[in-house]
């Protein structure tokens, strides 16, 4: 394997890219939030247009520190604090669980803070780390958000799968009461745990089929198609990013113990979707990817629908 592999494959980094403060040290969400700057409250005011005239039925959510304008809902909106939508996690610490990181997405319109759960799994070999990420949103788009971020060790690699026995993600309603929230983080926890156990059996199924070289080629060509109207720049950019996922599947060291099957396919795609850098890199693709890492990455799950319908 060349240096220059080598490179690439020692340079990767968390799934989360650097977004986001340590708040390690927090005991609770409170502490979190002022670590990692977002101990803020939404305040709202009426909306009205550039010359005055009130626009009834809607109202404009705004961060106090610096009025930035996160988002226009109407009137039957309820803003949900950060501090109240994080609080009934505090009641996961209980089992075990630590705040690891916590940060916002979209100049605050999006919240968020990660928990590390106590458990490791070792699934076919492999070192699994199940993480919970806890969103709020602040624009209208929707409630508070719990999902299953889980990573390999070896590589740092999501396997976020689209899992048909399990859900991946789930609202986790705030309730103010301390009863509420100990219902909450029960269910939370019932359900990452629920996900964990189909991760463990879909690995496994993926460790049992068994890949010719020919079927990867076939799979790498139907994730990156080259169809008759492709040329010029794009062309190039499909050929590379069909010859970096290759290598990837073929050269990659945390691979190498692992069989040319399924599973070995789906952590190349993962590897790919997760660390590649676009060729373009905008002021936002950390975003982008941490959204995928939180709400499912698309290449991924159809590498894992086609090799799990062969």
């Known amino acids: 394997m060349s240096t220059e592999m080598e490179t690439m494959f020692d340079t990767r980094t968390k799934p989360w890219h650097g977004l986001g403060e340590n708040v390690k040290a927090a005991p609770d969400s409170g502490a979190a939030l002022k670590l990692a700057g ?5 305040i709202q005011k009426a909306l009205v247009t550039y010359d005055g005239i009130p626009v009834p039925g809607f109202k404009a959510n705004l961060r106090d520190t ?46 968020w803070i990660l928990a590390r759960l106590p458990r490791q799994y070792i699934i076919t070999g492999d070192e699994i780390t199940p993480y919970l990420v806890f969103m709020n949103s602040h624009d ?21 799968l689209a ?34 156990a189909g991760l463990g059996k879909a690995i496994e199924e993926l460790n049992r089929r068994k890949l010719s070289d020919r079927q990867v080629y076939e799979y790498i060509d139907a ?6 109207g492709v040329a010029g720049i794009q062309k190039k950019n499909l050929l590379r990013m069909k010859e970096e996922l290759k290598t990837r599947y073929f050269d990659a060291p945390d691979l190498q113990h692992v069989g040319k099957n399924g599973y070995r396919f789906v952590n190349a795609v993962s590897d790919f979707a997760t660390h590649t850098k676009p060729l ?11 959204a995928r890492t939180v709400d499912g990455n698309a290449l991924i799950d159809r590498a894992y629908g086609m090799v799990k319908a062969a």
């Open 280 to 290: 373009r890199e905008r002021a936002n693709y950390k975003e982008s990817l941490f």
């Open 140 to 160: 209208g788009s929707g409630s508070i958000k719990a999902a299953m971020t889980p990573i390999r060790v070896a590589c740092q690699n999501t396997l976020n």
């Open 223 to 228: 994730l990156f198609p080259l169809t008759d």
């Open 66 to 111: 610096d009025h930035q304008v996160l988002g226009v809902v109407t009137d039957r909106y309820r803003v949900v604090q950060n501090r109240e939508a994080f609080a009934f996690t505090d009641a996961l610490l209980g089992e075990g669980v630590t705040y690891e990181t916590a940060g916002s997405l979209q100049k605050g319109r999006r919240t």
């Open 163 to 196: 899992l048909s026995t399990a859900k991946r993600s789930w609202s986790a309603n705030h309730v103010g009461d301390i009863r509420g929230k100990l219902e909450d983080a029960r269910e939370t926890l019932f359900y990452a745990g629920k996900y964990m």
């Open 38 to 42: 977002m101990d803020w409250q939404v």
